[in-house]
């Protein structure tokens, strides 16, 4: 894991999802991350506070929770490994980090571009697209350490395109 902190960062955004805190706190899925060497996990738990609340604690993990703060950006810098619902800001804020990012797409939404967008991103090796149910295979099979970094965009196609427009405004 690096000179990084042992740490796991997990956030569910502005919304709610029950369902994947109630994983990263399950008592196997916790096992697991002090058995991968993890120390300490902290928990961005939007809208699912009593998901959170409902937790008995834990040997041989830190365990720390919020509901919101202005921005997540600090935790996620300082975490070794990033577990997100799969919105896309989230999402994109995580890779342009350069975090390891574990996407868990919530399969309870109606309209799921989550879904999709995370296995784009998943196919392009820049995440780990994962479910709840499948969350902590996931997390033991460490795929995420392979991971490749986001490429920045190329911004020379549209410096080119601009520096046109502005030539032949200017004719």
Do not use: W
């Not at 991103?121 to 697209?129: N, R, T």
Request: proline share 2%.
């Amino acid at each position: 894991m690096g000179s990084r902190s042992a740490r796991i960062f997990v956030t569910v955004g502005s919304t709610g999802f029950d369902e994947l805190i109630a994983q990263v706190l399950s008592p196997a899925f916790l096992h697991e991350c002090v058995r991968l060497g993890y120390s300490e996990l902290v928990v961005q738990y939007g809208a699912s506070r009593a998901a959170f609340d409902a937790f008995q604690g834990s040997q041989g993990i830190t365990v720390t929770g919020y509901a919101y703060k202005r921005e997540v950006t600090s935790d996620m810098e300082a975490a070794s490994l990033v577990i997100s619902h799969a919105g896309s800001g989230t999402i994109l804020e995580c890779l342009t980090l350069g975090r390891p990012l574990i996407a868990v797409v919530n399969e309870d939404l109606m309209d799921n571009h989550q879904d999709e967008l995370a296995t784009a991103l998943a196919d392009d090796h820049v995440l780990i697209k994962a479910t709840c149910s499948n969350l902590q295979s996931t997390l033991r099979d460490q795929r995420y350490n392979f991971l490749v970094p986001l490429e920045a965009p190329d911004q020379t196609a549209l410096a080119g395109i601009l520096h046109e427009e502005l030539l032949v405004r200017r004719e």
